[in-house]
């Protein structure tokens, strides 16, 4: 029975050796040509797509190529070559009508691991290569012949020989499409006539490539350098990557490497970015930012995908730097890109934010202003709310000195932005301004086409004299204001807001003394303003100030407006046309004490925001003028009585009474 059983097991083995050389032979005699057309069309029905050789095709046997080390298989090897090779794509992409095409492929693989679904491909060669890939999904890869959510079929390249490939990639979850015009790098390492990219150092670039096509909005234009080919395809490779170009109107310098790229898991990268504006960032990002001066930034970007089902990514902007004209920033920032909607959130820090970088068409001329100027100083510079809608974010900002204007600063301002479903707030907002505090919030509504905005703002404390710095070579104390800001608007630009602003505007000087030959020489009393300049400049207590503004579609009124002395009070009175950026105040002094050689006279305050223009009231002047003139006539001594002023009985508060006359 044992001796049967062994019989049968030689027969058994016999034959299946029979079976191999006959199928060795048959491999290595065949002629393949014959069979083509069968083949390809059976291989385009079972894949669902073209296969089509036009040129001949062989099937043989080798030994494997040496190893970069030297060793080499001993077991044999197919080789497989064809010409003019066309493998199409799916009827899903839209991308191409062919996945591959080649003018010659030439490849060495081992043919006991197909018996377990795998290709090993130990040397693969090709000419005249065009390659397109495209996903959707993680099912949906036109280099993968199956729906399936993985496929049984896994494969590995040693290496990868050829002198020119023409790539091209689109990524619909990442809104990606590029073209790669790839070739060698030639380096003291790789100059041989026949150039095998296989894999070498972990970080070491073998090959350089012309990139073009867009991400997002953002066309790409530049170059990179990469490692070998073959860590591009293979299942858990890293791959080193160096790339430089423009991405839209950016400038972008980046190196580091790509995790398991065969199916992107993970993108460790170094990076720094340069242009006009932020706002530039837009089109590749999808993140909302706001038209500024010059930029530019860098930092460490980790993209890690998190589900492949529901096309999500986290971008981590680590430890960033970066300046905006002359002001800095700093920070960390996490952005959620996927379904079902965008989310950012930063938190950044600045040692000088400067608004005029922030905001920096101030000043410049706007041919679609409903008002036309030859200068405008609010900024016009147009808000695209429709942007809002893809993203959620939260940003937490704090700037030890945020510049308003050249003489006013605020310190230790910090806020938290958050923009949810196109409303934008920034509350609370606290800041510390010439020895006092302000804290309010600001509310921007983009669910219709023009921006509703609010603003409440609340001071207390402030130093006049740290408020308007220019005052401190006077030697007198300026007291404290509190005020209170209520506005409303909408526009999609600050200059088209405050036109159409409605609100009240309230404030109150606390007592102090200024210095006298201000008060004088705002009444144009002559003769005291040149004896106080020249001999003496005494303070004068200043009991208090007080204004109350009523803004209605962005005419500003003065309702109230006093600055009370002991020696003399100065209303100002009239309006200003947010709209137009035009002044129409008038400055009405009234004195409390007896003024001779006096020209006192109500001045103006006319013009634009841009240009005002400031003076006397020439009319009350001329009068004056005149009616000495006449008296001179008659007896000089009498000249000098419309010169003098007479006091008045002005109380001492700062409370709305009944104006009195001009004097």
């Given at each position: 029975?044992?001796?049967?059983?062994?019989?049968f097991?030689?027969?058994?083995?016999?034959?299946?050796?029979?079976?191999?050389v006959?199928?060795?032979?048959?491999?290595?005699?065949?002629d393949?040509?014959?069979?083509?057309?069968?083949?390809?069309?059976?291989?385009?029905?079972?894949?669902?797509?073209?296969?089509?050789?036009?040129?001949?095709?062989?099937?043989?046997w080798?030994?494997?190529?040496?190893?970069?080390?030297?060793?080499?298989?001993?077991?044999?090897?197919?080789?497989?070559?064809?010409?003019?090779?066309?493998?199409?794509?799916?009827?899903?992409?839209?991308?191409?009508?062919?996945?591959?095409?080649?003018?010659?492929?030439?490849?060495?693989?081992?043919?006991?691991?197909?018996?377990?679904?795998?290709?090993?491909?130990?040397?693969?060669?090709?000419?005249?290569?065009?390659?397109?890939?495209?996903?959707?999904?993680?099912?949906?890869?036109?280099?993968?012949?199956?729906?399936?959510?993985?496929?049984?079929?896994?494969?590995?390249?040693?290496?990868?020989?050829?002198?020119?490939?023409?790539?091209?990639?689109?990524?619909?979850?990442?809104?990606?499409?590029?073209?790669?015009?790839a070739?060698?790098?030639?380096?003291p390492?790789?100059?041989?006539?026949?150039?095998?990219?296989?894999?070498?150092?972990?970080?070491?670039?073998?090959?350089?490539?012309?990139?073009?096509?867009?991400?997002?909005?953002?066309?790409?234009?530049?170059?990179?350098?990469?490692?070998?080919?073959?860590?591009?395809?293979?299942?858990?490779?890293?791959?080193?990557?160096?790339?430089?170009?423009?991405?839209?109107e950016?400038?972008?310098?980046l190196?580091?490497?790509?995790?398991?790229?065969?199916?992107?898991?993970?993108?460790?990268?170094?990076?720094?970015?340069?242009?006009?504006?932020?706002?530039?960032?837009?089109?590749?990002?999808?993140?909302?930012?706001?038209?500024?001066?010059?930029?530019?930034?860098?930092?460490?970007?980790?993209?890690?995908?998190?589900?492949?089902?529901?096309?999500?990514?986290?971008?981590?902007?680590?430890?960033?730097?970066?300046?905006?004209?002359?002001?800095?920033?700093?920070?960390?920032?996490?952005?959620?890109?996927?379904?079902?909607?965008?989310?950012?959130?930063?938190?950044?820090?600045?040692?000088?934010?400067?608004?005029?970088?922030?905001?920096?068409?101030?000043?410049?001329?706007?041919?679609?202003?409903?008002?036309?100027?030859?200068?405008?100083?609010?900024p016009?510079?147009?808000?695209?709310?429709?942007?809002?809608?893809?993203?959620?974010?939260?940003?937490?900002?704090?700037?030890?000195?945020?510049?308003?204007?050249p003489?006013?600063?605020?310190?230790?301002?910090?806020?938290?932005?958050?923009?949810?479903?196109?409303?934008?707030?920034?509350?609370?907002l606290?800041?510390?301004?010439?020895?006092?505090?302000?804290?309010?919030?600001?509310?921007?509504?983009?669910?219709?086409?023009?921006?509703?905005?609010?603003?409440?703002?609340?001071?207390?404390?402030?130093?006049v004299?740290?408020?308007?710095?220019?005052l401190?070579?006077?030697?007198?104390?300026?007291?404290?204001?509190?005020?209170?800001?209520?506005?409303?608007g909408?526009?999609?630009?600050?200059?088209a807001?405050?036109?159409?602003?409605?609100?009240?505007?309230?404030?109150?000087?606390?007592?102090?003394?200024?210095?006298?030959?201000?008060?004088?020489a705002?009444?144009?009393?002559?003769?005291?303003?040149?004896?106080?300049?020249?001999y003496?400049?005494?303070?004068?207590?200043?009991?208090?100030g007080?204004?109350?503004?009523?803004?209605?579609?962005?005419?500003?009124?003065?309702?109230?407006?006093?600055?009370?002395?002991?020696?003399?009070?100065?209303?100002?009175?009239?309006?200003?046309?947010?709209?137009?950026?035009?002044?129409?105040?008038?400055?009405?002094?009234?004195?409390?004490?007896?003024?001779?050689l006096?020209?006192?006279?109500?001045?103006?305050?006319?013009?634009?925001?841009?240009?005002?223009?400031?003076?006397?009231?020439?009319?009350?002047?001329a009068?004056?003028?005149?009616?000495?003139?006449?008296?001179?006539?008659?007896?000089?001594?009498?000249?000098?009585?419309?010169?003098?002023?007479?006091?008045?009985?002005?109380?001492?508060?700062?409370?709305?009474?009944?104006?009195?006359?001009?004097?």
């Amino acid at each position: 029975m044992t001796r049967r059983v062994g019989r049968f097991l030689t027969w058994v083995a016999l034959t299946l050796l029979a079976l191999m050389v006959m199928l060795a032979l048959l491999i290595a005699l065949f002629d393949w040509n014959l069979a083509k057309p069968w083949i390809t069309r059976e291989l385009s029905s079972v894949l669902a797509r073209e296969i089509r050789v036009d040129g001949p095709i062989t099937l043989g046997w080798s030994l494997a190529p040496a190893h970069r080390d030297g060793s080499s298989r001993w077991l044999p090897q197919l080789h497989f070559t064809a010409r003019e090779l066309h493998i199409g794509n799916p009827d899903w992409a839209r991308s191409a009508d062919h996945l591959l095409r080649a003018r010659t492929l030439d490849l060495h693989f081992s043919p006991l691991p197909l018996l377990r679904w795998h290709w090993h491909i130990s040397d693969l060669r090709v000419e005249g290569l065009d390659l397109v890939m495209e996903r959707v999904d993680e099912r949906h890869k036109s280099w993968r012949f199956s729906d399936q959510p993985r496929s049984r079929w896994s494969f590995d390249i040693q290496q990868i020989v050829f002198e020119r490939a023409l790539i091209r990639y689109v990524d619909q979850p990442l809104d990606m499409d590029l073209r790669f015009d790839a070739r060698p790098l030639v380096s003291p390492t790789n100059q041989s006539a026949e150039l095998r990219l296989a894999p070498a150092a972990p970080s070491a670039p073998v090959v350089q490539a012309a990139v073009t096509g867009r991400l997002g909005q953002a066309s790409i234009q530049g170059n990179l350098r990469g490692g070998a080919l073959p860590d591009l395809l293979n299942e858990d490779s890293v791959y080193p990557l160096q790339a430089e170009g423009e991405v839209g109107e950016v400038h972008a310098v980046l190196s580091g490497k790509l995790i398991n790229p065969h199916q992107l898991s993970r993108a460790e990268l170094q990076l720094r970015l340069n242009g006009d504006s932020l706002d530039r960032l837009y089109a590749a990002s999808g993140v909302p930012l706001p038209a500024t001066r010059p930029f530019s930034t860098e930092g460490a970007l980790t993209i890690t995908r998190i589900d492949p089902d529901t096309r999500a990514w986290d971008w981590h902007y680590a430890h960033f730097t970066g300046k905006v004209g002359d002001s800095d920033f700093s920070g960390d920032a996490h952005y959620y890109r996927g379904p079902p909607k965008n989310r950012l959130r930063v938190t950044a820090q600045a040692k000088l934010l400067r608004l005029s970088d922030y905001l920096p068409d101030v000043g410049k001329k706007s041919a679609g202003h409903p008002y036309k100027s030859d200068a405008r100083v609010l900024p016009e510079q147009q808000a695209k709310p429709q942007r809002w809608a893809k993203l959620d974010a939260e940003i937490g900002l704090h700037a030890e000195r945020l510049q308003l204007h050249p003489d006013i600063a605020l310190q230790d301002a910090s806020t938290t932005l958050r923009l949810q479903d196109q409303v934008l707030t920034a509350a609370p907002l606290r800041f510390a301004l010439a020895g006092g505090k302000g804290e309010g919030e600001i509310s921007l509504d983009g669910r219709q086409s023009d921006i509703g905005g609010k603003l409440q703002l609340q001071l207390q404390g402030v130093q006049v004299r740290e408020l308007f710095p220019r005052l401190a070579r006077f030697d007198a104390s300026f007291g404290k204001v509190d005020g209170r800001a209520d506005l409303s608007g909408s526009g999609n630009s600050v200059a088209a807001m405050l036109a159409h602003a409605n609100g009240e505007i309230k404030a109150d000087l606390s007592q102090g003394t200024i210095s006298q030959f201000i008060l004088e020489a705002t009444g144009l009393n002559l003769a005291n303003a040149v004896f106080a300049k020249l001999y003496r400049d005494q303070q004068v207590k200043l009991l208090c100030g007080a204004a109350d503004i009523r803004i209605k579609d962005g005419l500003a009124e003065v309702r109230h407006g006093i600055l009370n002395t002991e020696d003399a009070a100065i209303d100002i009175r009239g309006q200003v046309d947010l709209g137009r950026e035009t002044l129409s105040l008038d400055v009405v002094p009234r004195t409390k004490q007896l003024r001779i050689l006096s020209l006192r006279t109500p001045l103006y305050v006319r013009g634009t925001f841009a240009k005002p223009d400031i003076g006397a009231s020439k009319q009350a002047l001329a009068a004056r003028a005149g009616a000495a003139a006449a008296l001179a006539l008659v007896a000089p001594v009498a000249a000098v009585i419309p010169l003098i002023t007479p006091g008045q009985k002005i109380p001492d508060d700062c409370a709305p009474h009944a104006a009195a006359a001009p004097s």
